[in-house]
């Protein structure tokens, strides 16, 4: 065997040991994405119901909204938090570079109309690059994005709304990748604070998930337009929802991002493993026509020296 073809067999090698590598992750890519599917299903209808029951309740309260800090607007917005949900590991595509791009987009118009930007990340990727680009990011959280608790929420929940109510920020934002299939995934942004600019008060189609099936068996809409009376005061009930409104929407976001990534890298993978099976191919066919054409001018040697001996 010529140099050439050793070097070329060698290769092929190289590529099927990295074939199977990717191989091996899109399966438990793909095992941790039903796992994750299964958890925002089970999620979306609580989620739905808390966030319908804040705007329902901020509806009601009208102008008294404003009576505690946590639902006071400020006068003026100087300063923006942003929250970012990136991922721990890449290997996963236009993933985590398209929350950066939309964070840091959306930082420049805030910073363009004369507001200051405070950055925080959800995962290692988003700290990293954020660090890389000299934002240092006040707030940190890393280390369960595979599987995010109910807790996690609630740490980052509760840091965005002391920053809120101290005044360190008039704004909270947050943006993650939301899923749609393991294809398809889109990247949103959210309002969480103030709760008069919400993404809630929008009464987005996302809100109403899972009010369908409640109101199956019954005319469609009466809960959402039924006639409440509140007690204690809306406003009061307010003061209570908002922290699980914020806590609810964090975490759904994290779940979201989570299944996200799983079906971004499960198809990254996929692609990968296509892309080294052609690859394969094709040093193989170079490999073969290299031994060919050593075989080729080995027999011509042996012509000549045949006509040479007559």
């Known amino acids: 065997m010529s140099a050439t073809q050793r070097d070329v067999k060698n290769r092929i090698g190289s590529v099927k040991n990295i074939q199977k590598i990717t191989r091996a992750m899109e399966m438990v890519a793909a095992a941790r994405l039903r796992r994750a ?26 102008s008294e909204i404003s009576g505690l800090p946590i639902l006071k607007e400020h006068e003026a917005e100087n300063t923006v938090a942003l929250l970012l949900v990136t991922g721990d590991r890449g290997l996963a595509g236009a993933f985590n570079s398209q929350i950066i791009r939309a964070g840091l987009r959306a930082a420049r ?12 990340a959800v995962g290692r990727r988003g700290v990293s690059t954020l660090n890389f680009r000299g934002k240092d990011p006040v707030g940190r959280y890393v280390g369960f994005t595979d599987r995010p608790s109910y807790a996690d929420a609630r740490d980052i929940a509760e840091e965005l709304i002391a920053a809120y109510v101290d005044g360190k920020s008039d704004r909270v934002e947050i943006f993650y990748n939301g899923y749609i299939s393991p294809l398809t995934q889109e990247v949103r942004r959210e309002t969480l604070l103030p709760l008069q ?10 809100d109403r998930e899972g009010a369908d099936d409640a109101d199956e068996g019954g005319d469609a809409g009466v809960g959402h337009h039924a006639l409440v009376e509140y007690e204690p005061d809306p406003e009061e009930i307010l003061a209570r929802l908002v922290p699980d409104y914020v806590e609810i929407s964090v ?10 990534e799983h079906g971004a890298r499960m198809t990254a993978m996929r692609n990968a493993s296509e892309n080294a099976g052609e690859l394969i191919e094709d040093l193989t066919l170079e490999m ?21 001996l007559t």
């Open 37 to 62: 599917e299964q958890r925002i299903e089970a999620l979306r209808p609580y989620a739905g119901a808390i966030r319908r029951m804040t705007r329902q309740a901020a509806e009601a309260a009208g």
């Open 251 to 260: 975490y759904r976001a994290l779940l979201e991002s989570t299944a996200s």
């Open 288 to 308: 073969n026509r290299a031994r060919q054409a050593e075989i080729t001018q080995e027999i011509m040697e042996v012509v000549a020296g045949a006509e040479s």
């Open 197 to 206: 600019q919400a993404t809630i008060l929008e009464g987005g189609e996302r």
């Open 109 to 120: 118009e805030h910073e363009g109309d004369g507001r200051s930007v405070l950055y925080s």
